[in-house]
């Protein structure tokens, strides 16, 4: 049995992922932001383990990080997406890439002995709109 981390894995695309491994027979823990989502998590799936983590605070994700033990497979699949035109002020747009970009890394550096010690994998997940822009996705739907 393989240790998988999901970030952002309480819902949507990363739900998907973390249900498809445990689904396999993998041990899963998935983050989320907010208590809330953690609680909704836990009620559909029990069997996984969801734990609190915001990918811009790098004690928390020291945190979560140390206490998985063995780490097979890390997704960074936690993200965030602004919408009605917050992205083009600069204060919103700099959290966006602290979380999208930042994150990602903080929690790839934090992961990286651990999964040098099980030959592990990262897959980084991105949104389709991280190449078309919000007023193109209705054609899409």
């Known amino acids: 049995m393989r240790s998988i981390l999901v970030t952002g894995g309480t ?3 990363g739900e998907a992922i973390a249900t498809a491994f445990r689904a396999q027979g993998e041990q899963v823990t998935v983050t989320g932001l907010e ?15 969801a734990t609190m983590l915001d990918v811009a605070n790098p004690s928390m994700i020291a945190e979560v990080v140390g206490g998985l033990g063995e780490l097979h497979v890390l997704v960074n699949c936690a993200g965030m997406l602004l919408r009605e035109q917050r992205e083009h002020h600069p204060e919103e747009f700099a959290r966006v890439v602290d979380v999208n970009l930042n994150g990602t890394m903080r929690v790839a550096t934090a992961s990286k002995e651990r999964l040098a010690a099980t030959q592990g994998s990262v897959l980084n997940i991105a949104s389709m709109l991280t190449f078309r822009s919000e007023e193109h996705t209705s054609e899409l739907q």
């Open 35 to 49: 208590q809330t989502e953690i609680a909704s998590f836990q009620q559909r799936h029990p069997q996984i383990k």
């Open 11 to 13: 819902r949507g695309i």
